[in-house]
């Protein structure tokens, strides 16, 4: 397994809810932030929320702001997306990931959970 490992994706209907699962693997893993990226096929990957693990700032991308929210578990190491009032657009493989201390981006990727919306 890798520094990250992703659970909680599958087949919800429309206006219905999911709830993203991030571990790190590793205690000893220091970051300053993580996030949530989602990949749509023929997409490119896109931004969807991120937390700032010193101080728990989040931040999320206009798509999915007021219907998706990021939390964590700083004692289980993990961070959730909970996903409420889901649409057929946010059908994706959704990834966790996470910016090392002293890196310039995020540099640790889950393997992704794929979140299937029909309508």
């Known amino acids: 397994q890798g520094p990250l490992v992703e659970s909680g994706g599958g087949l919800v209907q429309a206006g219905g809810s999911l709830r993203l699962s991030c571990s790190a693997s590793?205690?000893?893993?220091?970051?300053?932030?993580m996030g949530w990226f989602r990949q749509a096929p023929g997409k490119e990957r896109e931004f969807v929320a991120s937390?700032?693990?010193?101080?728990?700032?989040?931040y999320y991308s206009d798509s999915v702001k007021g219907r998706f929210s990021i939390s964590r578990d700083r004692t289980m190491n993990t961070v959730y997306l909970q996903m409420n009032s889901l649409k057929p657009e946010d059908t994706a493989v959704y990834y966790c990931?996470?910016?090392?201390?002293?890196?310039?981006?995020?540099?640790?990727w889950g393997q992704g959970t794929q979140v299937t919306v029909s309508s």
């Open positions: 990931a996470a910016q090392g201390v002293g890196a310039t981006g995020y540099n640790y």
């Open positions: 590793s205690t000893t893993l220091s970051r300053v932030a």
């Open positions: 937390m700032r693990w010193s101080g728990g700032t989040t």
